[in-house]
Protein backbone atom coordinates (compact mmCIF):
# COMPACT_ATOMS: atom_id res chain seq x y z
CA UNK A 1 0.00 0.00 0.00
CA UNK A 2 1.31 3.38 -0.88
CA UNK A 3 1.73 6.29 1.58
CA UNK A 4 -1.04 8.44 2.18
CA UNK A 5 0.05 11.76 1.10
CA UNK A 6 0.61 13.99 4.56
CA UNK A 7 3.57 11.79 4.32
CA UNK A 8 5.41 12.25 0.69
CA UNK A 9 7.55 14.88 0.18
CA UNK A 10 6.32 18.25 -1.60
CA UNK A 11 4.84 17.19 -4.97
CA UNK A 12 4.81 21.08 -6.59
CA UNK A 13 6.37 24.22 -5.19
CA UNK A 14 5.16 27.55 -5.83
CA UNK A 15 3.72 31.24 -4.80
CA UNK A 16 0.87 32.47 -4.45
CA UNK A 17 -1.73 31.47 -7.19
CA UNK A 18 -5.41 31.44 -7.04
CA UNK A 19 -7.05 28.32 -5.42
CA UNK A 20 -10.54 26.65 -6.13
CA UNK A 21 -13.12 27.85 -3.62
CA UNK A 22 -16.45 25.16 -3.12
CA UNK A 23 -19.13 27.29 -1.61
CA UNK A 24 -19.05 30.73 -0.39
CA UNK A 25 -16.60 32.17 1.48
CA UNK A 26 -16.92 35.05 4.25
CA UNK A 27 -16.41 38.29 2.52
CA UNK A 28 -14.92 39.50 6.20
CA UNK A 29 -12.45 36.44 6.39
CA UNK A 30 -9.23 38.74 5.59
CA UNK A 31 -5.46 37.65 6.03
CA UNK A 32 -2.89 34.84 5.65
CA UNK A 33 -3.03 31.31 7.35
CA UNK A 34 0.63 30.00 7.34
CA UNK A 35 0.93 26.32 8.44
CA UNK A 36 4.26 24.36 8.72
CA UNK A 37 5.42 20.97 9.20
CA UNK A 38 7.97 18.12 7.57
CA UNK A 39 7.86 18.36 3.99
CA UNK A 40 10.63 16.18 2.87
CA UNK A 41 10.54 13.06 4.87
CA UNK A 42 14.37 11.90 3.48
CA UNK A 43 17.59 12.61 1.51
CA UNK A 44 18.75 11.09 -1.55
CA UNK A 45 16.36 8.30 -1.41
CA UNK A 46 17.33 7.54 2.36
CA UNK A 47 14.14 8.00 4.39
CA UNK A 48 14.23 9.35 7.82
CA UNK A 49 13.57 7.36 10.96
CA UNK A 50 11.54 9.92 12.48
CA UNK A 51 8.85 12.79 10.85
CA UNK A 52 10.50 15.44 12.98
CA UNK A 53 13.51 15.21 10.80
CA UNK A 54 11.65 15.93 7.81
CA UNK A 55 12.72 19.34 6.00
CA UNK A 56 10.14 22.03 6.61
CA UNK A 57 7.28 23.35 3.78
CA UNK A 58 5.39 26.19 4.55
CA UNK A 59 1.88 26.26 3.12
CA UNK A 60 0.11 29.38 3.10
CA UNK A 61 -3.21 30.59 2.03
CA UNK A 62 -4.27 33.82 1.31
CA UNK A 63 -8.02 35.46 1.84
CA UNK A 64 -9.52 38.53 0.37
CA UNK A 65 -12.98 39.55 -0.85
CA UNK A 66 -14.56 36.19 -1.18
CA UNK A 67 -11.60 34.82 -3.37
CA UNK A 68 -8.76 32.50 -1.90
CA UNK A 69 -4.65 32.40 -2.94
CA UNK A 70 -2.45 29.80 -1.76
CA UNK A 71 1.69 28.81 -1.83
CA UNK A 72 3.40 26.12 -0.82
CA UNK A 73 7.71 26.03 -0.63
CA UNK A 74 10.13 23.89 0.87
CA UNK A 75 12.23 25.93 3.72
CA UNK A 76 16.30 25.85 1.66
CA UNK A 77 17.75 25.76 5.14
CA UNK A 78 21.93 26.12 5.06
CA UNK A 79 21.79 22.32 5.93
CA UNK A 80 19.73 21.50 2.98
CA UNK A 81 21.64 23.69 0.40
CA UNK A 82 24.35 21.59 1.51
CA UNK A 83 23.22 18.44 1.40
CA UNK A 84 22.00 18.98 -2.50
CA UNK A 85 25.25 20.69 -3.65
CA UNK A 86 27.38 17.22 -1.63
CA UNK A 87 24.79 15.10 -3.50
CA UNK A 88 24.18 12.86 -0.43
CA UNK A 89 22.71 12.72 2.88
CA UNK A 90 24.59 14.80 5.77
CA UNK A 91 22.34 14.88 8.53
CA UNK A 92 20.07 13.16 10.95
CA UNK A 93 19.39 9.09 10.49
CA UNK A 94 19.82 9.29 6.97
CA UNK A 95 23.22 10.18 6.77
CA UNK A 96 26.06 7.64 7.60
CA UNK A 97 27.04 6.80 11.29
CA UNK A 98 30.29 8.25 10.98
CA UNK A 99 28.86 11.53 9.40
CA UNK A 100 26.31 11.25 12.84
CA UNK A 101 28.98 10.52 15.03
CA UNK A 102 31.49 13.70 13.34
CA UNK A 103 28.07 16.25 13.46
CA UNK A 104 27.78 15.73 16.78
CA UNK A 105 31.41 16.12 18.01
CA UNK A 106 31.56 19.44 15.66
CA UNK A 107 28.45 20.22 16.77
CA UNK A 108 26.69 20.63 13.06
CA UNK A 109 23.07 19.98 12.41
CA UNK A 110 20.77 20.85 9.86
CA UNK A 111 17.96 23.37 10.61
CA UNK A 112 15.07 21.87 9.20
CA UNK A 113 12.38 24.66 10.51
CA UNK A 114 9.59 22.38 10.80
CA UNK A 115 7.41 22.59 13.21
CA UNK A 116 5.62 25.70 13.22
CA UNK A 117 5.59 29.52 12.04
CA UNK A 118 4.60 32.74 13.52
CA UNK A 119 4.47 36.70 12.04
CA UNK A 120 6.92 39.34 14.18
CA UNK A 121 6.87 43.19 12.75
CA UNK A 122 5.56 42.59 9.58
CA UNK A 123 8.15 39.80 8.58
CA UNK A 124 7.52 35.90 8.66
CA UNK A 125 9.89 32.71 9.94
CA UNK A 126 10.14 29.16 9.97
CA UNK A 127 10.43 27.40 13.66
CA UNK A 128 12.10 24.38 14.57
CA UNK A 129 13.20 24.07 18.47
CA UNK A 130 16.65 24.72 19.59
CA UNK A 131 17.54 26.54 16.39
CA UNK A 132 17.58 30.07 15.51
CA UNK A 133 14.32 31.08 13.25
CA UNK A 134 14.78 30.81 9.47
CA UNK A 135 13.18 34.34 7.98
CA UNK A 136 10.72 33.55 4.52
CA UNK A 137 9.89 36.39 2.15
CA UNK A 138 5.85 36.88 2.53
CA UNK A 139 5.43 37.80 -0.74
CA UNK A 140 6.43 34.17 -2.26
CA UNK A 141 7.60 32.29 1.09
CA UNK A 142 11.15 31.87 -0.36
CA UNK A 143 13.73 31.52 2.46
CA UNK A 144 15.63 34.12 3.18
CA UNK A 145 17.97 32.69 6.09
CA UNK A 146 18.89 32.22 9.72
CA UNK A 147 17.83 35.28 12.12
CA UNK A 148 19.03 36.05 15.07
CA UNK A 149 15.87 38.70 15.74
CA UNK A 150 18.47 41.09 16.12
CA UNK A 151 19.49 39.42 19.61
CA UNK A 152 22.98 39.19 19.60
CA UNK A 153 22.23 36.54 22.43
CA UNK A 154 19.90 34.63 20.49
CA UNK A 155 21.51 31.27 20.10
CA UNK A 156 18.36 29.22 19.61
CA UNK A 157 14.78 29.99 19.89
CA UNK A 158 11.70 27.85 20.62
CA UNK A 159 9.39 26.28 18.24
CA UNK A 160 6.15 27.90 20.47
CA UNK A 161 6.53 31.22 21.30
CA UNK A 162 3.44 32.78 22.74
CA UNK A 163 1.61 36.16 22.24
CA UNK A 164 0.68 38.04 25.45
CA UNK A 165 -2.04 40.87 24.16
CA UNK A 166 -1.71 43.08 27.48
CA UNK A 167 2.18 43.52 26.72
CA UNK A 168 1.90 43.66 23.74
CA UNK A 169 4.71 41.36 22.82
CA UNK A 170 5.96 37.90 21.58
CA UNK A 171 7.77 35.66 24.41
CA UNK A 172 9.91 32.90 23.42
CA UNK A 173 12.38 30.84 24.81
CA UNK A 174 16.01 29.18 23.49
CA UNK A 175 18.11 26.35 24.86
CA UNK A 176 21.55 25.48 24.76
CA UNK A 177 23.29 22.69 25.97
CA UNK A 178 26.35 21.63 27.67
CA UNK A 179 27.72 20.93 31.00
CA UNK A 180 25.31 23.52 32.52
CA UNK A 181 22.51 23.53 30.25
CA UNK A 182 20.60 27.04 30.32
CA UNK A 183 17.11 28.27 29.09
CA UNK A 184 17.48 31.65 28.03
CA UNK A 185 14.14 34.13 28.01
CA UNK A 186 13.18 36.32 25.55
CA UNK A 187 11.00 39.51 24.61
CA UNK A 188 9.91 39.83 21.03
CA UNK A 189 8.27 43.18 21.75
CA UNK A 190 6.04 45.12 19.02
CA UNK A 191 9.10 47.39 17.97
CA UNK A 192 12.46 47.56 18.39
CA UNK A 193 15.31 43.89 18.60
CA UNK A 194 14.23 41.03 20.76
CA UNK A 195 16.30 40.92 23.77
CA UNK A 196 16.97 38.37 26.22
CA UNK A 197 15.36 38.56 29.69
CA UNK A 198 18.07 36.25 31.74
CA UNK A 199 18.37 32.99 31.98
CA UNK A 200 18.10 29.69 33.68
CA UNK A 201 20.35 26.47 34.97
CA UNK A 202 18.37 23.50 33.90
CA UNK A 203 18.97 19.50 33.55
CA UNK A 204 15.99 18.95 31.83
CA UNK A 205 15.61 18.05 28.28
CA UNK A 206 12.13 17.76 27.37
CA UNK A 207 10.93 21.44 26.63
CA UNK A 208 9.05 21.54 24.10
CA UNK A 209 6.11 24.29 25.46
CA UNK A 210 5.62 26.66 27.69
CA UNK A 211 2.75 28.96 29.14
CA UNK A 212 3.08 32.65 29.31
CA UNK A 213 0.32 35.00 30.99
CA UNK A 214 0.93 39.30 31.44
CA UNK A 215 2.82 38.53 34.85
CA UNK A 216 4.93 35.57 34.12
CA UNK A 217 6.02 32.53 32.24
CA UNK A 218 5.19 28.74 33.02
CA UNK A 219 7.44 26.20 32.46
CA UNK A 220 6.75 22.41 33.30
CA UNK A 221 10.16 20.08 32.70
CA UNK A 222 9.08 16.50 32.42
CA UNK A 223 11.74 13.86 33.69
CA UNK A 224 13.35 13.12 29.62
CA UNK A 225 17.34 12.79 30.01
CA UNK A 226 19.35 12.37 27.20
CA UNK A 227 21.31 9.65 26.10
CA UNK A 228 24.68 10.94 26.12
CA UNK A 229 27.23 8.90 24.96
CA UNK A 230 24.08 6.97 22.56
CA UNK A 231 24.52 10.59 21.26
CA UNK A 232 27.80 10.33 20.91
CA UNK A 233 27.69 7.36 18.98
CA UNK A 234 25.41 8.16 16.25
CA UNK A 235 22.22 7.29 17.43
CA UNK A 236 19.32 8.51 15.49
CA UNK A 237 15.91 6.28 17.13
CA UNK A 238 14.85 9.10 19.06
CA UNK A 239 13.29 6.73 22.09
CA UNK A 240 17.01 5.42 22.28
CA UNK A 241 18.55 8.98 22.79
CA UNK A 242 15.75 10.50 25.14
CA UNK A 243 15.12 8.23 28.18
CA UNK A 244 12.18 8.70 30.57
CA UNK A 245 13.26 8.48 34.17
CA UNK A 246 10.07 8.53 36.31
CA UNK A 247 12.09 8.02 39.87
CA UNK A 248 12.51 11.78 39.34
CA UNK A 249 9.90 14.68 39.20
CA UNK A 250 8.65 16.73 36.85
CA UNK A 251 9.86 20.45 38.26
CA UNK A 252 7.80 23.60 37.36
CA UNK A 253 9.36 26.66 36.89
CA UNK A 254 7.87 30.06 37.56
CA UNK A 255 9.54 33.38 36.09
CA UNK A 256 7.74 36.90 36.56
CA UNK A 257 8.29 38.91 33.41
CA UNK A 258 9.48 41.85 35.12
CA UNK A 259 11.78 39.71 37.59
CA UNK A 260 13.06 36.73 36.03
CA UNK A 261 16.09 36.92 38.82
CA UNK A 262 13.30 35.79 41.29
CA UNK A 263 12.52 32.62 39.41
CA UNK A 264 10.27 29.99 41.77
CA UNK A 265 11.09 26.24 41.28
CA UNK A 266 9.72 23.29 42.65
CA UNK A 267 8.75 19.68 41.75
CA UNK A 268 5.79 17.30 41.63
CA UNK A 269 4.47 14.19 40.40
CA UNK A 270 6.53 12.88 36.97
CA UNK A 271 4.15 13.80 33.82
CA UNK A 272 4.72 15.11 29.94
CA UNK A 273 3.05 17.95 28.02
CA UNK A 274 3.79 18.54 24.58
CA UNK A 275 1.48 21.72 24.00
CA UNK A 276 -0.04 24.37 26.19
CA UNK A 277 -3.96 25.72 25.35
CA UNK A 278 -3.10 28.85 27.80
CA UNK A 279 -2.75 30.74 31.29
CA UNK A 280 -4.02 33.16 33.49
CA UNK A 281 -4.25 34.37 36.61
CA UNK A 282 -7.08 34.63 39.65
CA UNK A 283 -7.09 35.06 42.98
CA UNK A 284 -3.00 35.05 43.58
CA UNK A 285 -2.47 31.39 41.81
CA UNK A 286 -1.76 30.37 37.99
CA UNK A 287 -4.53 28.57 36.05
CA UNK A 288 -2.37 26.22 33.02
CA UNK A 289 -4.41 24.55 30.72
CA UNK A 290 -2.72 21.96 28.92
CA UNK A 291 -2.92 18.50 27.25
CA UNK A 292 -1.01 15.70 29.80
CA UNK A 293 0.71 12.56 29.59
CA UNK A 294 1.67 9.78 32.20
CA UNK A 295 5.33 10.09 30.22
CA UNK A 296 7.01 10.97 27.22
CA UNK A 297 6.34 7.79 25.11
CA UNK A 298 3.91 9.87 23.33
CA UNK A 299 6.80 10.96 21.32
CA UNK A 300 7.55 7.51 19.53
CA UNK A 301 3.89 8.07 17.51
CA UNK A 302 5.67 10.42 15.25
CA UNK A 303 8.25 7.58 14.13
CA UNK A 304 8.15 7.29 10.14
CA UNK A 305 7.48 3.52 10.49
CA UNK A 306 4.09 4.25 11.71
CA UNK A 307 3.58 5.65 8.31
CA UNK A 308 4.63 2.53 5.76
CA UNK A 309 1.34 0.80 5.74
CA UNK A 310 -0.83 4.20 4.73
CA UNK A 311 -2.12 4.57 7.83
CA UNK A 312 -2.20 8.19 9.51
CA UNK A 313 -0.50 8.90 12.73
CA UNK A 314 -2.66 8.95 15.85
CA UNK A 315 -1.01 11.81 17.54
CA UNK A 316 -3.19 11.87 20.31
CA UNK A 317 -3.12 10.25 23.73
CA UNK A 318 -3.39 13.12 25.99
CA UNK A 319 -6.17 14.93 28.38
CA UNK A 320 -7.11 18.21 28.77
CA UNK A 321 -6.47 19.14 31.98
CA UNK A 322 -5.80 22.71 34.50
CA UNK A 323 -2.59 23.09 37.04
CA UNK A 324 -3.62 25.60 39.58
CA UNK A 325 -0.10 26.44 40.55
CA UNK A 326 0.37 27.79 43.65
CA UNK A 327 3.91 28.78 43.40
CA UNK A 328 3.88 30.50 46.79
CA UNK A 329 3.26 27.04 48.49
CA UNK A 330 5.18 25.34 46.19
CA UNK A 331 1.71 23.44 45.25
CA UNK A 332 -0.05 22.06 41.82
CA UNK A 333 -2.90 20.03 41.75
CA UNK A 334 -4.03 18.82 38.29
CA UNK A 335 -7.88 18.85 36.85
CA UNK A 336 -9.23 16.85 34.60
CA UNK A 337 -11.18 19.01 32.52
CA UNK A 338 -12.16 16.82 29.56
CA UNK A 339 -12.10 12.22 29.11
CA UNK A 340 -11.08 12.36 25.35
CA UNK A 341 -8.34 11.98 23.82
CA UNK A 342 -6.91 15.30 21.95
CA UNK A 343 -4.06 17.39 21.28
CA UNK A 344 -3.12 20.69 19.53
CA UNK A 345 -4.55 22.90 21.61
CA UNK A 346 -5.62 26.64 20.52
CA UNK A 347 -7.42 29.70 22.26
CA UNK A 348 -8.42 32.68 20.54
CA UNK A 349 -4.73 34.52 20.49
CA UNK A 350 -6.22 38.22 20.96
CA UNK A 351 -6.57 36.85 24.67
CA UNK A 352 -3.41 34.72 25.20
CA UNK A 353 -2.87 34.75 28.58
CA UNK A 354 -5.51 36.01 29.83
CA UNK A 355 -9.59 34.15 30.40
CA UNK A 356 -10.64 32.34 27.77
CA UNK A 357 -13.75 30.88 27.77
CA UNK A 358 -12.97 28.20 24.71
CA UNK A 359 -10.67 25.56 23.41
CA UNK A 360 -10.04 24.61 19.98
CA UNK A 361 -8.41 20.99 20.05
CA UNK A 362 -7.83 17.41 17.76
CA UNK A 363 -9.78 14.90 19.36
CA UNK A 364 -9.49 11.16 18.18
CA UNK A 365 -12.31 8.30 18.51
CA UNK A 366 -12.55 5.18 16.70
CA UNK A 367 -9.43 6.40 14.71
CA UNK A 368 -11.69 9.19 13.78
CA UNK A 369 -9.80 12.71 13.66
CA UNK A 370 -12.52 15.29 14.90
CA UNK A 371 -12.58 19.31 15.52
CA UNK A 372 -13.75 20.26 18.94
CA UNK A 373 -14.42 23.64 20.39
CA UNK A 374 -14.18 22.72 23.94
CA UNK A 375 -16.79 25.11 26.64
CA UNK A 376 -14.69 25.44 29.96
CA UNK A 377 -16.60 26.90 31.97
CA UNK A 378 -19.49 24.48 30.38
CA UNK A 379 -17.13 21.62 30.01
CA UNK A 380 -19.20 20.52 26.82
CA UNK A 381 -17.93 20.22 23.50
CA UNK A 382 -18.82 20.98 19.87
CA UNK A 383 -17.32 18.82 17.12
CA UNK A 384 -16.76 18.40 13.35
CA UNK A 385 -16.25 14.98 12.38
CA UNK A 386 -14.72 15.40 8.66
CA UNK A 387 -15.86 12.97 5.90
CA UNK A 388 -14.31 9.36 5.91
CA UNK A 389 -10.76 9.78 4.15
CA UNK A 390 -10.34 13.33 5.35
CA UNK A 391 -7.96 13.86 7.59
CA UNK A 392 -7.67 17.21 9.84
CA UNK A 393 -4.66 19.84 11.06
CA UNK A 394 -4.79 21.89 14.49
CA UNK A 395 -7.38 24.38 14.23
CA UNK A 396 -6.88 28.00 14.16
CA UNK A 397 -9.24 30.73 15.31
CA UNK A 398 -9.39 33.99 12.91
CA UNK A 399 -11.62 36.73 14.92
CA UNK A 400 -13.79 38.95 12.38
CA UNK A 401 -12.06 42.75 12.46
CA UNK A 402 -13.80 44.21 15.13
CA UNK A 403 -15.40 41.58 17.28
CA UNK A 404 -14.70 40.93 20.09
CA UNK A 405 -15.93 37.40 21.02
CA UNK A 406 -14.55 34.57 20.87
CA UNK A 407 -17.12 32.89 18.47
CA UNK A 408 -17.11 35.77 16.01
CA UNK A 409 -14.94 34.70 13.46
CA UNK A 410 -14.32 31.21 11.82
CA UNK A 411 -11.59 28.07 12.64
CA UNK A 412 -9.79 27.69 9.36
CA UNK A 413 -8.72 23.61 9.29
CA UNK A 414 -6.04 22.06 6.64
CA UNK A 415 -7.39 18.83 5.38
CA UNK A 416 -5.71 15.79 3.64
CA UNK A 417 -8.27 13.98 1.56
CA UNK A 418 -7.52 10.58 0.85
CA UNK A 419 -9.59 10.02 -2.06
CA UNK A 420 -8.42 12.70 -4.40
CA UNK A 421 -5.23 12.69 -3.24
CA UNK A 422 -5.39 16.99 -2.76
CA UNK A 423 -5.58 19.23 0.39
CA UNK A 424 -7.87 22.27 1.31
CA UNK A 425 -8.55 24.60 3.76
CA UNK A 426 -12.16 23.91 5.32
CA UNK A 427 -14.09 27.36 6.61
CA UNK A 428 -15.88 26.40 9.92
CA UNK A 429 -18.19 29.19 11.61
CA UNK A 430 -16.65 29.25 14.75
CA UNK A 431 -20.26 29.74 16.57
CA UNK A 432 -21.33 26.65 15.38
CA UNK A 433 -18.75 24.58 13.89
CA UNK A 434 -20.65 20.93 14.10
CA UNK A 435 -22.23 22.29 11.04
CA UNK A 436 -19.24 21.69 9.21
CA UNK A 437 -17.42 24.16 6.57
CA UNK A 438 -18.78 27.26 5.08
CA UNK A 439 -16.30 27.05 2.33
CA UNK A 440 -13.40 24.98 1.34
CA UNK A 441 -10.43 26.37 -1.10
CA UNK A 442 -8.76 23.54 -2.51
CA UNK A 443 -5.05 22.90 -3.34
CA UNK A 444 -4.91 20.90 -6.77
CA UNK A 445 -1.69 18.87 -5.10
CA UNK A 446 -1.26 16.96 -1.51
CA UNK A 447 -0.25 18.84 1.07
CA UNK A 448 2.00 16.69 3.33
CA UNK A 449 1.50 16.62 7.11
CA UNK A 450 1.54 19.91 8.90
CA UNK A 451 2.03 20.60 12.56
CA UNK A 452 1.25 24.25 13.60
CA UNK A 453 0.70 27.56 12.17
CA UNK A 454 -1.00 31.12 12.70
CA UNK A 455 -3.18 33.27 11.03
CA UNK A 456 -1.97 36.84 10.20
CA UNK A 457 -4.94 39.46 9.55
CA UNK A 458 -2.61 41.70 8.01
CA UNK A 459 -0.94 39.70 5.38
Request: net charge negative.
Amino acid sequence: MSRSGLYRDVTREHGFEPLKVEGALPPELAGTLYRNGPGEFGSFGRRYYHLFEGQGAICAVRFGAGAALGAHRVVESAGLLEEREAGRPLYDSAASRARRISNRLRGRDKNSANVNVIAWQGRIFGLRDVAKPIELLPETLETLGESDLECATLETFTAHPHFVAARGAIYGFGLRYGRQSALDLFELPARGSARRLGSLPIDALAIHDFAATERHLVFFLGPARLNVLGALLGEARAEHLVRWDPARATEVIVVPIDEPERAVRFPVEPFFVWHFANAFERDGVIAVDFVRYADSSATATMRDQATRTGDVIDMDGGKLCRATVDWRASRMPIELLWEASCEFPRVDSRGEGSVRRYVWLTSTESRSRRIVRFDLERAVAAAWIPPQGQHVSEPIFAPRSGGAAETDGWTLVLVYDEHTDTSHVAVLDASAPERGPLARVHFDHPVPLTLHGSWVPWF
